[in-house]
């Protein structure tokens, strides 16, 4: 349980927020080509990881607008939060 | 067994002030090399080392603990054990591992504390009714126990139910599994552990991997806190770490770690001899032998590493124990913690070989894998042992989301995942 600082709200508290997962994960351009084990790697396959994660979150009881976020899995930290289609803060 | 558990020998300790028992398992410090490595010392992992001991003969084994053996999800969970599972696939493994626990203390020597007190899973809606009448209908097909009960009879087997037609999730009905009940989780571990440091198994505790080795696509050991570990087979139970190991191994895995929240309130005389569980409003609860209500909350909903989980999680499940049970009112909680927990696309575990040779992983277990607990091993340990899966853990390969053949116990489980 934390505060997201909405780039379009402001501080909120985390319930009004929903989690969309890992960020960055780019749907294929030409999915007719893909093999099955691309699906599944596109579909299925998760970093999950334990440190700083890239995640996509909606503000889903504010503005309904989605954006990423830069965050420590290991201590719930948030490093940085930008909109979508902005590139991510290097690390 | 060279100090089997029996009265004669809890007499004869009696007698000297209980300062002579030996202790239950070695504290070794690991060889250069074995024949196979578990990490985790978990309930899954040390029942993997037990029977590839056991059946498999497998004894230059090790299992690798980064903390004290059970002190993870198997000593975080809610000791519900059942096998009311949906889909043909799932109720054959649970099933098989109830069938282990229902012999399971005898076999270890050691009290697992297995309690054949019944599960009961509420439904609260029409759909409720309907998903939960199939799945009666589903395991009496498979030969697992399962009956439904109407709400009258929901209110005679559980008296402290508010059955009240005008509470916001009327209770309409329910099913009951009475083979399912509870053990004790910490014994679980305990038990496995003298079980199989009896036959050799070494068992290092305090003992972190922090690399997986391997040369092309063989497995080669492992780089730990207590120096590198050599073999040409290692298996990986690690729960909500399973990403992190396989990020080790250079592989990706289909999960997501998230919090899992319980809580106990304060002791109590007995009120509630069941386990009662609730999928719509999420509330499950059942009673320890010491008294304390046992309560399973949810799981956050974003991958977290903290073992805490937010509060808002325990204030919706609360409501819900509020609203079924009124009599706990004014019961005050006593403790709440969180476990790391892996869950899967499919809410199904992986019990699985991987593309690197002789890595091998059990996970995915998700929220519900204390009741799997010997199952997994005795299956994790066939795979171990023969590079095959068993034929009950077939179905539950890594391939499967490539497939697109998904084990899909999402929304037919007994209980949200």
Excluded at chain 2, 169 to 181: D, E, I
Excluded at chain 2, 203 to 210: D, L
Excluded at chain 2, 234 to 251: D, K, T, W, Y
Aim: hydrophobic fraction near 35%; glycine fraction near 10%; charge should be positive.
């Amino acid at each position: 349980m934390f505060i997201i600082n909405c780039p379009y709200c402001g501080e909120r508290d985390q319930t009004e927020f929903s989690c969309g997962g890992e960020a960055h994960i780019e749907r294929p351009k030409q999915p007719t080509e893909l093999s099955d084990d691309q699906w599944a790697e596109y579909l299925f396959m998760r970093k999950n990881i334990k440190g700083v994660q890239f995640e996509r979150w909606n503000h889903a009881h504010g503005c309904r607008k989605w954006f990423n976020m830069v965050r420590d899995t290991s201590n719930d930290k948030i490093q940085a939060v930008y909109k979508m289609g902005e590139k991510p803060p290097v690390k | 067994m060279k100090n089997k558990y029996s009265i004669f020998s809890l007499i004869k300790n009696a007698l000297s002030g209980h300062e002579n028992w030996q202790r239950a398992w070695r504290d070794p410090e690991p060889k250069k090399e074995y024949d196979a490595i578990i990490i985790g010392g978990g309930g899954h992992g040390l029942a993997t080392s037990y029977y590839l001991a056991k059946k498999h003969k497998l004894t230059n084994i090790a299992v690798v603990e980064k903390g004290w053996i059970g002190g993870g999800n198997t000593g975080r969970n809610t000791t519900i054990i059942r096998s009311n599972y949906l889909w043909d696939a799932s109720a054959g493994l649970y099933d098989h591992a109830l069938k282990i626990w229902e012999g399971l203390s005898q076999e270890l020597n050691y009290n697992v504390m297995f309690s054949k007190r019944g599960v009961m899973n509420l439904a609260h809606n029409l759909q409720d009714v309907r998903d939960l009448k199939r799945r009666t209908h589903a395991n009496r097909l498979n030969g697992i126990d399962a009956v439904w009960l109407n709400t009258e009879e929901v209110k005679k087997f559980c008296p402290i139910i508010n059955t009240s037609p005008d509470i916001r999730y009327p209770v309409l009905g329910g099913t009951l599994q009475k083979r399912a009940g509870t053990a004790r989780h910490d014994a679980v571990a305990w038990g496995y552990a003298r079980g199989a440091d009896a036959m050799g198994v070494d068992i290092i505790q305090n003992c972190e991997v922090n690399g997986i080795r391997r040369n092309g696509d063989q497995v080669e050991g492992i780089e730990t806190t207590k120096g590198f570990i050599k073999s040409k087979k290692i298996g990986v139970v690690a729960a909500g770490h399973s990403s992190v190991l396989a990020n080790m191994a250079g592989i990706r895995l289909p999960l997501e770690s998230k919090p899992l929240q319980a809580l106990v309130s304060e002791p109590v005389k007995p009120i509630i001899d069941t386990v009662v569980m609730s999928n719509a409003v999420h509330a499950y609860v059942s009673q320890s032998d010491k008294g304390e209500l046992v309560i399973g909350a949810g799981t956050d909903s974003y991958v977290s590493y903290t073992q805490k989980g937010s509060h808002n999680i325990v204030e919706e499940t609360l409501r819900a124990i509020l609203e079924l049970y009124p009599i706990f009112s004014r019961m005050k909680m006593l403790r709440q913690w969180g476990g790391i927990v892996d869950i899967c696309p499919d809410a199904s575990p992986i019990i699985s070989k991987t593309q690197i040779k002789g890595l091998y992983f059990n996970c995915g277990w998700g929220t519900g894998g204390f009741k799997a607990t010997p199952g997994s091993g005795d299956l994790f340990a066939h795979t171990i042992a023969n590079d095959e899966p068993h034929k009950l853990n077939a179905a539950f390969n890594l391939n499967r989301f490539v497939s697109g053949d998904l084990v899909d116990e999402h929304g037919a489980a007994a209980v949200a995942h």
